[in-house]
């Protein structure tokens, strides 16, 4: 179980009971709450509110909770990133809001500076959320239909790879 545990808080950085919804081990919150709780204790990671819209219990390695605040003073660059929905990261619908993507390679999610606007399930594009007017007032309305087909059909695949994926 411990393990399991070093796992999640590599994979995730912080890592909370909403996670373990993307999980298919059959360890339980409660299990891994006392592991750690008890590392806690012993300074190796913190306990905390690290994550809003997230209840309950938190716990981040120290170098995640930097990261987080470095991420919170940046300013928003219109950067678009498309991830397998196959990814440890497809935490859409876990963490953000909107539905689930399901885990499977040929899905995909288009994200605009960390949130979400797109997601391509079963050959179908849908738009999943505008960006909130606190993120710089960009909303998915500044990226055109084309451009979200191309980001999340192609992303950005090397060039010899993308005869593959059209």
Excluded at 93 to 110: K, M, V, W, Y
């Amino acid at each position: 179980m411990e393990k399991f545990a070093r796992v999640l808080l590599r994979r995730y950085g912080v890592v909370f009971r909403r996670l373990l919804d993307r999980e298919s081990f059959s360890i339980t919150w409660y299990q891994l709450g006392r592991i750690y709780r008890r590392w806690e204790a012993r300074g190796e990671i913190r306990g905390g509110y690290f994550v809003g819209g997230v209840s309950g219990e938190q716990f981040a390695l120290p170098e995640a909770i930097g990261l987080l605040r470095s991420i919170r003073k940046t300013s928003p660059k219109g950067e678009l990133i498309t991830l397998s929905a196959a990814d440890p990261l497809n935490l859409q619908g876990i963490l953000t809001p909107g539905p689930r993507i399901a885990a499977l390679t040929s899905n995909r999610i288009l994200f605009r500076d960390g949130l979400p606007i797109a997601g391509l399930e079963a050959g179908e594009i849908r738009k999943l959320a505008a960006a909130s007017p606190s993120h710089g007032g960009l909303s998915d309305e500044s990226v055109s239909d084309s451009q979200m087909e191309t980001a999340l059909k192609v992303g950005k695949l090397r060039p010899s790879l993308r005869p593959y994926y059209k």
